[in-house]
């Protein structure tokens, strides 16, 4: 289990979807919209929202203040992804950093490495 900070307003990922995964979240702090096969649904602390695998989904804090939560995947592996492309939130400069050109080239190359498919990028899906 990961913990995942997200600053104020901060956009999420592109829509995607895990291959071989299904995904948790569990809001610690704050408010996270997630979208989960076209549906957006804005959960609050205590709430959890589970995307199942092959879902196309995506998140973004909606508010102000950061949101925290808890995120797993089972089967376990993808949190990989996290150590690799994620941007500690004690740096100073981590959400510029986690929106750095280089980076996301990088996270969009790689991405299916890891069972994260680009909904945009995969022409088999409707």
């Given at each position: 289990?990961l913990?995942?900070?997200?600053?104020?307003n901060?956009?999420?990922?592109?829509?995607h979807y895990?291959?071989d995964?299904?995904e948790l979240f569990l809001i610690?702090?704050?408010r996270?919209?997630v979208m989960?096969?076209s549906?957006?649904?804005?959960?609050?602390?205590?709430?959890?929202?589970?995307?199942?695998r092959g879902s196309v989904?995506?998140f973004?804090?909606?508010?102000a203040t950061?949101?925290r939560?808890?995120?797993?995947?089972?089967?376990?592996?993808?949190e990989?992804?996290?150590t690799?492309?994620?941007i500690?939130?004690?740096?100073?400069?981590?959400q510029?950093?986690?929106?750095?050109g280089?980076l996301i080239?990088e996270?969009?190359?790689?991405c299916t490495?890891?069972?994260?498919?680009?909904a945009?990028?995969d022409s088999d899906?409707?």
């Amino acid at each position: 289990m990961l913990t995942v900070v997200s600053p104020g307003n901060a956009e999420g990922p592109p829509p995607h979807y895990h291959e071989d995964a299904v995904e948790l979240f569990l809001i610690l702090g704050g408010r996270l919209a997630v979208m989960c096969d076209s549906t957006w649904r804005t959960l609050g602390v205590g709430e959890s929202f589970v995307v199942p695998r092959g879902s196309v989904h995506t998140f973004r804090n909606p508010d102000a203040t950061e949101a925290r939560w808890l995120t797993t995947f089972a089967p376990r592996g993808f949190e990989r992804f996290f150590t690799d492309f994620g941007i500690p939130a004690e740096r100073a400069d981590a959400q510029a950093a986690s929106l750095a050109g280089a980076l996301i080239g990088e996270v969009v190359t790689r991405c299916t490495e890891y069972g994260m498919i680009l909904a945009a990028q995969d022409s088999d899906r409707a």
